[in-house]
Nanobody
Framework: QERLVESGGGLVQAGASLRLSCKTS????????IGWFRQAPGKGREFVAV????????TYADSVKGRFTISRDIANSTVYLQMNSLKPEDTALYLC???????????????WGLGTQVTVSS
């Protein structure tokens, strides 16, 4: 199990922006893909985004495409999720995960952070 720590969540109004951070160790950062998922109350974990990997471009869920941007800070072993034009349906616990290979299926990811709550009011 790798250690991942999310931060940056909060309560915002619709249309606002937030930037989430996922901090991990350098070893974890360089040997795994770090992706973002979210889980709304009563629902399963939903894929949100993964960064570019082995020549593939970054990938986003259709529901966030054009509004969210994932990026990597190599110097600080951190992956960010910039979220713009937030909607009430984006309300969820946002979690980052690490795995040697990226999958859209959350069940295939090995290590998880505890998450950071994002609440968007209408």
């Amino acid at each position: 199990q790798e250690r991942l720590v999310e931060s940056g969540g909060g309560l915002v109004q619709a249309g606002a922006s937030l930037r989430l951070s996922c901090k991990t160790s350098r070893r974890t950062f360089t040997t795994n893909v770090i992706g973002w998922f979210r889980q709304a109350p009563g629902k399963g974990r939903e894929f949100v985004a993964v960064p570019p990997w082995r020549g593939n471009s970054e990938t986003y869920a259709d529901s966030v495409k054009g509004r969210f941007t994932i990026s990597r800070d190599i110097a600080n072993s951190t992956v960010y999720l910039q979220m713009n034009s937030l909607k009430p349906e984006d309300t969820a616990l946002y979690l980052c995960a690490a795995n040697p290979t990226p999958y859209s299926d959350s069940r295939k990811w090995l290590s998880w952070g505890l998450g950071t709550q994002v609440t968007v009011s209408s």
